[in-house]
C-alpha cells in the first residue's frame, strides 16, 4: 500500500459511524476532463450544453428529473441539484461553484485550451482550477452520495452559476432564490497549499472577501490652442489627485477573520513580519499595521487599498486637453460601505472641480462568522490528508460567487479541495492546470464535509 492509499484508508476510518466509500477517482477525473472541453468562455453559448452534461451524470446516479433545474438566462445557465433531506423544517445547506471560464488564445498556449491533456501528473486546460475541478468533485460526491441512497437530516443543494467571471448575473439570480439558506460551502475558495515535495502543508478557509468597486475621477475644461497654455489644464489637476491618492492609506482594520488569519500566519512567517502579524492581531498596534502595509502580499488583510489602473486624458497633440480622467479600483474591507469609500477619495483628491463617479454596480457584504461547526468539520476533513497541515481562515482579495449569498445573510465559506503547489497556479493564465494525485483527497474532503454538516 503506498502512501496516499494509507492516508485515504486512514481517513477513511475516520468517517462517522455507517458512512461509505467516497467517490470514484477515476470517475472524478473523467467528468473534470470532460468538463474543460466544453469551451464555457462569455459569448460561446456552451454554458447550457455543460450543465446539461453534468445533469446526466447526476441523473444516472438516481437524480430525478425534478430534482435538477437548468435555467437558462440568455446565452448561458445555472444548475440546481437536490438531494432531499428528512427534516423540511430545517435550511438546506449550499454547495456552489461556476460553470464558465476566462477566456484563452490557443496561439498563446501550449496546447489547446479546450482540449483536455494528462502529462506529467496534471490536467491541462482552461478552467481545469477555476473552476471545473472542484465542480467536478462536488458532481461526482453527490452522484456518489446518491447512489449510496444517503439521505441527510437538512437538504444539499448543488448551485452552479454560468457568469461568475463576468457580469455575476446568474449568481445574483441564485442567491435571490435560495437565500434561506443555513449556509453556503464555496468550491472557489480557500484551498490548500503543497510544499515542493507535494505534501499538503497549509489550507485556508475562505470566510471573507473584500469588495471590488471602481471609481471614475474626472476633470474637464474648455481647452484651446496648445500655444496658449491656461490654469484649468486637465492632464495637470488629475496628476495632483493621482499623487494625492498614491501618498494616501485608508485606516488600518482587523475583524474576527483578519485577528484568526494573521495570528495563525505569525508563526509560520516568523522573524519581523511574522512578529508584526501577531502584535497586530492582538493589539491593533500602529506600527505593525504600517509595516505589514509595506508589503504587498499583506497589505490587502490591514486596509482598504485604492490604486489607479487606467487614464484617458487629451484629444490632439496641439490643443489643450478638454478631459482627463483616472479609473481607480478599490478593493475594500469587509463591512466598510462603497459609499464611504467614495466620500473618502473626494475628501483625498480635495478638488472641487473633480467628478467622482462609481462605476457599475458594486456590492459589499461582510465578512462571515467563523462557526464552530464548520470550522472543526473542516479541520477533521483537511488533516485527514495530513495531520501536521496547518488550517486557518482567509479573507480573499476577489470577489466569488459567495459575495451574494454573504449580503443576503447567508453565511459563506470557500472550502475548495484542490491542493496546489505555489508554483502551479496558473488560473486565468497560460497552460492552467490541477494535479491528478490529490483527486482521491478531493472526493474524501467533499464527503467528509457534506456528511458531517448536513447530518
Known sequence: MNWRLGLLAGAAAMLPQGAMAAADP????DILMRSVAFRTVEGAGQVPKL???????????GFADADIVITPMGETATLAATIKGRDAKLKPLLMIGHMDVVAADRADWTRDPFVPVEENGYIFGRGAEDNKYDVAMMVATLAQLKKQGWTPRR??????????ETAMVT?????????????????DGGGGLLNEEGKPVLYQLQAGEKTYADFEIA??????????????????RLAKAIDRIAAYQFPAMRNELTRASLALSAKRIGGEVGAAMRRYAETGDAAAAELLS??????????????????QAGHALNALPQSAKVMVNCRI????????????????????????KTLGDPLASDASPLRTDVMKVVRDA????????????????GATDSLYFRALGVPSYGVSSLFMKAEDGFAHGLNERVPVAGIGESLLQWDTVLRALAK
Open 26 to 29: 477515476a470517475a472524478a477525473k
Open 51 to 61: 450543465a446539461a452534461y453534468y445533469a446526466s451524470v447526476l441523473k444516472s446516479a
Open 155 to 164: 437538504a444539499v443543494i448543488l448551485l452552479l452559476s454560468g457568469d461568475e
Open 171 to 187: 449568481t445574483r439570480a441564485l442567491a435571490a432564490q435560495y437565500k434561506d439558506a443555513e449556509m453556503l460551502l464555496n468550491g
Open 219 to 236: 476633470f474637464t475644461d474648455p481647452g484651446g490652442h496648445s500655444s496658449a497654455p491656461t490654469p484649468g489644464n486637465p492632464i495637470y
Open 294 to 311: 509595506t508589503r504587498p502580499e499583506f497589505v490587502g488583510q490591514v486596509r482598504t487599498t485604492c490604486v489607479a489602473t487606467m487614464a
Open 333 to 356: 474591507f469587509p463591512g466598510v460601505a462603497i459609499e464611504a469609500v467614495k466620500t473618502e477619495l473626494v475628501k483625498v483628491i480635495a478638488d472641487s472641480s473633480a467628478t467622482v
Open 382 to 397: 483537511v488533516t485527514a490528508r495530513s495531520p501536521d497541515i496547518i488550517v486557518m481562515p482567509g479573507m480573499s482579495a
